[in-house]
């Protein structure tokens, strides 16, 4: 079974991966794969945002072992849910092949157009609320 773990490095990155091996007496790194950096962004609201880029360069999939020293990490969890959710999908859309990614982003924007369509087919009356009476109305 997959370990997956969050880890806040000293560095004050934030990263996402699958543990393999777990420090030990004769070695104090740890090894990891599939590793994500969590980026935090805001919108000019202050809303925060937060999206995986890979943590480091050419070094994703399964055959890709990277060895970190275990006295960098500074924190460890266990990642909620909705974390893991989105980890999956981030490692399975790194993993697509050049053709896979363009059919799937052809089919994200197909149904953008068709959800754009469906709100400008709707009627300005559906934008109208009735009040207790029929003649009074506030658009």
């Given amino acids: 079974m ?6 806040k ?10 543990v393999v091996e777990w420090p030990s007496d004769d070695f104090t790194g740890m090894v990891i794969r599939r590793v994500l950096m969590i980026r935090t ?7 925060r945002y937060y999206a995986f880029r890979p943590w480091m360069a050419l070094q994703e999939g399964d055959e ?10 500074v924190g460890e969890a ?6 893991l959710k989105n980890y999956q999908t981030a490692i ?14 052809e089919t994200y924007v197909k149904k953008m157009k068709q ?4 709100d400008s087919d709707q009627s300005i009356d559906d934008n109208i609320l009735a009040f207790p009476t029929k003649n009074d109305r506030i658009h």
Wanted: glycine content about 6%; overall charge negative.
């Fill in 2 to 7: 997959k370990e997956i773990k969050q880890f």
């Fill in 9 to 18: 490095l000293v560095s004050g990155e934030e990263i996402v991966c699958e």
């Fill in 41 to 47: 962004t805001f919108d000019e609201k202050g809303n």
């Fill in 64 to 73: 890709k072992f990277i060895s970190i020293e275990g006295s960098h990490i």
């Fill in 78 to 83: 266990n990642p909620d849910l909705v974390m």
């Fill in 92 to 105: 399975e859309n790194n993993e697509l092949s050049e053709e896979e990614l363009m059919e799937k982003v």
């Fill in 115 to 118: 959800m754009y369509d469906q």
